[in-house]
Nanobody
Framework: QVQFVESGGGLVQPGESLRLSCVAS????????MSWYRQAPGKEREMVAW????????FYIDRVKGRFTISRDNAKNTVYLQMNGLKPEDTATYYCRRRFGPDTERGQGTQVTVSS
């Protein structure tokens, strides 16, 4: 059974940082590219970053380039999202999943709220 457990969210002020973690299980983690998605209330879900299976390449949407960094530790079945320079528009629930997995695949998410 494929599972994802996200953590690390919280309430921060604009400009501050958070590091999200996602522990995956139920599949061979090191064989799969991984991604982080987010969804804000009333908005479509969007992928913000993804990383290749061995962590060699990373890809970001323009809105987070230069501020967010995705990484992974295959020994720990964990993918991370370091978020710096947070903005109010980054407020959302963040999820991880396999980059090419089914759309229904995700964990419970972790809430990120950026507000002064």
């Amino acid at each position: 059974q494929v599972q994802f457990v996200e953590s690390g969210g919280g309430l921060v002020q604009p400009g501050e940082s958070l590091r999200l973690s996602c522990v995956a299980s139920g599949f061979t983690f090191s064989e799969h590219p991984m991604s982080w998605y987010r969804q804000a209330p009333g908005k479509e879900r969007e992928m913000v970053a993804w990383i290749t299976s061995q962590g060699i390449s990373q890809f970001y949407i323009d809105r987070v380039k230069g501020r967010f960094t995705i990484s992974r530790d295959n020994a720990k079945n964990t993918v991370y999202l370091q978020m710096n320079g947070l903005k109010p528009e980054d407020t959302a629930t963040y999820y991880c999943r396999r980059r090419f997995g089914p759309d229904t695949e995700r964990g419970q998410g972790t809430q990120v709220t950026v507000s002064s």
